[in-house]
């Protein structure tokens, strides 16, 4: 029988494993990871919400998800560095398509969202949701909290984002201000990190502003996220504005003097050992960008978490560097 190759997401009957692809051809689906809604076995279901309705400046988002599946294409032919294990041997992922949502009719966002998430959450599958702006964040909240109780909010971004909020707005600027009044943070448990804006209020979150992240370094970092979150389930929200504008230039509202691509994915990798249940990464806009910078740090740090949870599936490595 002929060795199949190409496609793997569409013509794959298995989730796990891979074969050789045209990294700049084919099916795009994140990691080449087999297009199903089937979750039977399923160990973590990757979603987009093309949504960027709620965007204060710069629009665009919406096409994040596209882009950031693009982008994982090179990812997808190699071993995890530097985990040094073949991510597709040790972990059951999927691309279960994008979430349906209706631009035309506004009030039935949240909802979509919300239900889209809870459909993959109830079955035990952990989501990986790439938006769309921040706001996708509120309604995956929603859905997350329902099955885990109140969440440990571990937040990268530029901006708080947890300006006043009336209860009712469509804004990627207020949203967690809202999750926190609706309950669905516990913010003695949570963290933000890279933030470059003031904030009217904190809630009590703790701040990590960049400059402090750049005098500290990331195991201070690292230790104040796990000392926080402890056991409790930990949801990653992660806005690309994190980044410099040298390293993301893709993107809505972006800030200077923010993160390098390196210092991310050293504090993503280091979260190995938290109750990790869940994650997005949004506000990837690729009209903004150049030369895919900002897609390719998107796919990178989402495939890192992916690892995250492989090696707590046992996963060890297979290689090492010197
Ligand atoms: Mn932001
Ligand atoms: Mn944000």
Not at 120 to 137: N, R
Request: charged letters at 20%; glycine letters at 10%; hydrophobic letters at 35%.
């Amino acid at each position: 029988m002929t060795k199949k190759q190409g496609d793997f997401a569409v013509r794959s009957s298995k989730n796990t494993g891979s074969w050789k692809e045209m990294a700049y051809a084919g099916v795009l689906s994140f990691l080449r990871r087999r297009y199903t809604r089937d979750l039977n076995g399923v160990d973590v279901a990757v979603s987009g919400v093309p949504y960027d309705g709620a965007a204060t400046n710069r629009s665009g988002s919406r096409f994040g998800p596209r882009a950031i599946r693009q982008a994982s294409t090179e990812l997808a032919t190699l071993d995890s560095f530097p985990f040094g294990f073949n991510l597709y041997e040790n972990l059951n992922i999927v691309d279960y398509g994008d979430c349906f949502v209706d631009p035309h009719h506004p009030e039935t966002i949240i909802n979509s969202i919300e239900k889209h998430a809870a459909e993959v959450i109830l079955t035990g599958t952990k989501m990986l949701t790439f938006g769309g702006d921040h706001f996708v964040s509120y309604p995956l909240l929603k859905a997350h909290a329902k099955q885990y109780g109140p969440i440990a909010l571990v937040q990268f971004d530029a901006h708080c984002d947890t300006w006043e909020d009336d209860g009712s707005t469509f804004d990627h600027g207020t949203m967690f201000s809202r999750a926190v009044n609706e309950g669905l943070i516990d913010t003695s448990k949570s963290t933000q990190i890279g933030l470059r804006t003031y904030n009217n209020k904190d809630y009590g979150f703790k701040v990590l502003t960049s400059p402090w992240v750049h005098k500290n370094g990331v195991d201070e970092v690292l230790d104040v996220i796990k000392s926080r979150s402890d056991t409790s389930p930990v949801y990653v929200s992660f806005d690309i504005d994190v980044l410099d504008p040298g390293f993301a230039p893709g993107t809505g509202t972006p800030v200077s003097g923010g993160l390098a691509s390196w210092q991310v994915l050293e504090i993503i990798r280091g979260l190995g050992s938290l109750n990790l249940v869940g994650m997005d990464l949004v506000e990837v806009s690729p009209a903004y960008d150049h030369s895919e910078i900002t897609a390719l740090a998107a796919a990178t740090i989402a495939h890192d978490w992916l690892c995250l949870l492989a090696q707590k599936n046992g996963a060890v490595p297979q290689k090492t560097t010197n």
